[in-house]
């Protein structure tokens, strides 16, 4: 299930990016869906998870309200926006396809992870 993350960026504290994850040899329909990141120094932690039909969206606590999770399986694609970026969120972003959603991030365990798309918040 390989997945291609795009939409990185750098930008000030306070400016937003929006991350755009497709699925390049399978389809994200049936599945449930996630974004993780991984900031220098620290292990890969989960920040949000979509299911399989968008109902439900789970958010880490210190992106909540801030970042929104969107599923769009007309594109295959999953989205992150992300709003009032902080340096804190500097991070390499990743998605992956997995069994679950829910605030553990347990249905990821296995996934199969892309290269990631680097964000960078500083003034």
């Known amino acids: 299930l390989r997945v291609v993350e795009s939409g990185g960026d750098q930008v000030q504290p306070g400016k937003s990016v929006t991350l755009t994850c497709v699925g390049a040899?399978?389809?994200?329909?049936?599945?449930?869906a996630g974004w993780f990141r991984q900031a220098p120094g620290k292990e890969r932690e989960g920040i949000s998870c979509?299911?399989?039909?968008?109902?439900?969206?789970k958010y880490e606590k210190s992106v909540k309200g801030r970042f929104t999770i969107s599923k769009d399986d007309a594109n295959n694609a999953v989205y992150l926006e992300m709003k009032n970026l902080k340096p804190e969120d500097t991070a390499i972003y990743y998605c992956?396809?997995?069994?679950?959603?829910?605030?553990?991030?347990?249905?990821?365990?296995?996934?199969?992870w892309g290269l990631g798309t680097q964000v960078t918040v500083s003034s």
């Open positions: 992956a396809a997995g069994s679950r959603c829910d605030a553990s991030f347990s249905g990821f365990e296995n996934a199969e």
């Open positions: 040899d399978f389809s994200f329909r049936p599945l449930h």
């Open positions: 979509v299911s399989r039909d968008g109902g439900l969206t």
